[in-house]
């Protein structure tokens, strides 16, 4: 008797009909990969150029939405197929998960999947809605023999370490079950194959906040205080032109400010009564002061800022209208000045 073995070995040949990058998971490794949540996008970082938006994060999570990049490109350029049929779960985005990701299961359970196919780089014409590549599971089916499958991936508090950033172990319970089975209906004929997959849970959320100091709390209920309106009281002394007055009173208005406003009259004629009455239909609170005094006007401005009550007076000239810009520009500066 005589044993001969014989060692024989070959390049990988090199694909000359096509540019595009085929990688596979086989059933073995689909089989005894050990995978957190049982989801077959585990697998695929597995290859090369492929990344998974978080395939072991809880359902609802921000970061699990069952998004394949293939090839750096963007995740919306990958397509998924369940034996060549379109499965992409999220209408509004391609993904391998549903919208608003309800479970840890994508597409179907890994328990009933044969092999995972990737196609990605200079794709063929068949995957024409692909950017980047495609993602193709293929599914088991039944034989002439019966065979079957039971699952229990169970987690529990007893059994995980303590977060560390809680002093105790909460209470958490993660009950993954399931099982397939398969077989003939007809021999050589026709054949089923089935799988359930379920999943009981429960879990605590951690949540945690910087908390300010006695200190920074004071200064923010301070600050929050109603702050008291701009101090400014507005003097305009106009030579009786009710057009100049006009104009000065827009540049007054146009800061948007609460100010107390007064009009003193120079001319004694009150010519510019009626421009004072449209102005009070837009600033009901303003004075109006008219020169009744043989001093002149100076006494008349006098007067006007002794009947006033406020921290800061600032007088303009109804003929200046240099003076009713820069006070614009203090107020856009947030300046408290008494002389423009």
Same mark, same amino acid.
């Not at 949540?37 to 585990?42: A, I, Q, V």
């Not at 985005?93 to 780089?121: C, H, P, W």
């Not at 949540?207 to 701009?230: A, F, W, Y």
């Not at 800022?305 to 614009?328: E, F, K, W």
């Given at each position: ?10 390049? %990988? ?86 919208? %608003? ?116 709390? *004071? ?21 009786? *032109?009710?057009?100049?007055?006009? *104009? ?76 009713? *810009? ?15």
């Amino acid at each position: 008797m005589a044993d001969t073995v014989e060692v024989a070995a070959g390049a %990988t040949l090199v694909n000359t009909v096509s540019a595009e990058q085929r990688e596979g998971v086989g059933a073995l490794q689909v089989r005894e990969l050990p995978l957190a949540r049982r989801n077959y996008t585990g697998l695929l970082p597995v290859g090369t150029g492929i990344t998974v938006a978080s395939s072991g994060a809880q359902p609802g999570h921000g970061d699990r939405d069952g998004g394949v990049r293939l090839n750096g490109l963007g995740r919306s350029g990958t397509t998924f197929t369940l034996d060549g049929t379109d499965a992409n779960a999220n209408n509004e985005g391609r993904s391998g998960n549903m919208f %608003t990701n309800l479970n840890y299961i994508d597409i179907i359970s890994i328990e009933a999947i044969q092999e995972v196919q990737v196609v990605k780089g200079i794709i063929a014409a068949e995957y024409g809605q692909a950017l980047s590549g495609n993602v193709n599971l293929i599914t088991k089916s039944g034989t002439n023999e019966f065979h079957g499958s039971l699952f229990e991936n169970f987690q529990s508090q007893r059994l995980n370490a303590r977060n560390q950033f809680l002093t105790y172990k909460p209470p958490v319970t993660f009950n993954q079950f399931g099982g397939s089975f398969g077989g003939p209906v007809v021999k050589n004929k026709i054949f089923f194959f089935g799988a359930y997959e379920g999943y009981r849970e429960a879990f605590f959320r951690l949540v945690s906040e910087n908390t300010p100091t006695q200190n920074l709390r *004071d200064q923010m209920i301070q600050r929050s205080s109603p702050v008291p309106p701009c101090p400014w009281h507005i003097v305009i002394t106009c030579h009786g *032109d009710g057009r100049s007055l006009r *104009d000065t009173a827009a540049s007054v208005f146009r800061t948007d400010a609460d100010y107390e406003l007064t009009v003193v009259d120079d001319a004694s004629n009150g010519a510019i009564t009626g421009v004072v009455e449209e102005l009070r239909k837009i600033f009901p609170a303003l004075r109006y002061i008219r020169n009744q005094s043989p001093l002149g006007a100076r006494e008349a401005r006098n007067r006007a800022i002794r009947a006033v009550d406020s921290t800061s007076v600032v007088l303009l000239d109804a003929g200046d209208m240099l003076d009713a *810009d820069r006070l614009y520009d203090a107020h856009c500066r947030g300046e408290n000045s008494r002389t423009l």
